[in-house]
């Protein structure tokens, strides 16, 4: 059984800077889209970057454009999220996701890690 496991979250203040990790248990990477969610108290868990398996596009919703980057390195099975100017809305539990290229569904999920942004 593939596992992920985040690593990078913690305390920021606004305006900060933090680069969270995924890694898989075993090589399993290059053809799954692997993406990273968010879900703050009382809220729903949210896509906040994707990047694919084939071509590396990614995708931001309008909330984090242009302040988080999702990059991945397929021969070590790791992907990242670099976060900048955090907000304080930005504070969530974040989890690494990764769906098979050939489904829709997020079958792999990290446990997630927390990100907390005071101001």
């Known amino acids: 059984q593939v596992r992920l496991v985040e690593s990078g979250g913690g305390l920021v203040q606004v305006g900060g800077s933090l680069r969270l990790t995924c890694a898989a248990s075993?090589?399993?990477?290059?053809?799954?889209?692997m993406g990273w969610f968010r879900q703050a108290p009382g809220k729903e868990r949210e896509l906040v970057a994707r990047?694919?398996?084939?071509?590396?596009?990614?995708y931001y919703p309008d909330s984090v454009k242009g302040r988080f980057t999702i990059s991945r390195d397929n021969s070590a099975s790791t992907v990242s999220l670099q976060m900048n100017n955090l907000k304080v809305e930005d504070t969530a539990v974040y989890y690494c996701?990764?769906?098979?290229?050939?489904?829709?569904?997020?079958?792999?999920w990290g446990q997630g890690t927390q990100v907390t942004v005071s101001s």
């Open positions: 075993r090589g399993m990477f290059s053809t799954w889209d």
């Open positions: 996701a990764a769906r098979h290229f050939s489904t829709v569904d997020w079958s792999l």
């Open positions: 990047i694919a398996w084939s071509t590396d596009g990614t």
